[in-house]
T-cell receptor, first 114, second 112 residues
Framework: KAGVTQTPRYLIKTRGQQVTLSCSPISGHRSVSWYQQTPGQGLQFLFEYFSETQRNKGNFPGRFSGRQFSNSRSEMNVSTLELGDSALYLC?????????????FGPGTRLTVL | GEDVEQSLFLSVREGDSSVINCTYTDSSSTYLYWYKQEPGAGLQLLTYIFSNMDMKQDQRLTVLLNKKDKHLSLRIADTQTGDSAIYFCAESRRTGGFKTIFGAGTRLFVKA
């Protein structure tokens, strides 16, 4: 099976712009979670989608949003980018996302905001 | 990460055992995980343990769980230079749905 893929791998934006990141989960996996990884804050949970519904959400402002499509692919959007949004954004997929659900991570999208 | 604590660095010699420690706070955590991250890569699930288990062994990896003290450890036997990476402890927490909380990661240096 192909692993979790994320596109693009690298992205450079300027403050105030918006960005959309994409994640394709492992075939058959219905849960997709998004994380932000920074040197200062570590791995922070953004949100989780399951069957096109946001099932869980972390403590991020409303500028961060996401969605999931019927084929389980997910997109994450960040509007009005700030310098502090520079990070590695990781997507993880699992069969159902419940406790015990083993998550498989993609390689991440590295976003740099100038 | 919120409420999952790990030491930041560990240095060992090749061939020695490495022990990475982690403490968590949520008693409703059902599964606890260890992930490995190599430079420029995403996270790789190494192993996991269910909260009603005390120990799990998988080849060179041994996970010990002390649920009373909320302490988790990962032992890597015969540590190799290829084991150099960041190791994340994580707990699966019941909060309405489930979400996974990660520690800040322990950077393991293996000296040849």
């Amino acid at each position: 099976k192909a692993g979790v893929t994320q596109t693009p791998r690298y992205l450079i934006k300027t403050r105030g712009q918006q960005v959309t990141l994409s994640c394709s989960p492992i075939s058959g996996h219905r849960s997709v979670s998004w994380y932000q990884q920074t040197p200062g804050q570590g791995l922070q949970f953004l949100f989780e989608y399951f069957s096109e519904t946001q099932r869980n959400k972390g403590n991020f402002p409303g500028r961060f949003s996401g969605r999931q499509f019927s084929n389980s692919r997910s997109e994450m959007n960040v509007s009005t980018l700030e310098l502090g949004d520079s990070a590695l954004y990781l997507c993880a997929s699992s069969l159902d996302g419940g406790a015990g659900g083993k998550q498989f991570f993609g390689p991440g999208t590295r976003l740099t905001v100038l | 990460g919120e409420d999952v604590e790990q030491s930041l660095f560990l240095s060992v010699r090749e061939g020695d055992s490495s022990v990475i420690n982690c403490t968590y706070t949520d008693s409703s955590s059902t599964y606890l995980y260890w992930y490995k991250q190599e430079p420029g890569a995403g996270l790789q699930l190494l192993t996991y343990i269910f909260s009603n288990m005390d120990m799990k062994q998988d080849q060179r990896l041994t996970v010990l769980l002390n649920k009373k003290d909320k302490h988790l450890s990962l032992r890597i036997a015969d540590t190799q230079t290829g084991d150099s990476a960041i190791y994340f402890c994580a707990e699966s927490r019941r909060t309405g749905g489930f979400k996974t909380i990660f520690g800040a990661g322990t950077r393991l240096f293996v000296k040849a």
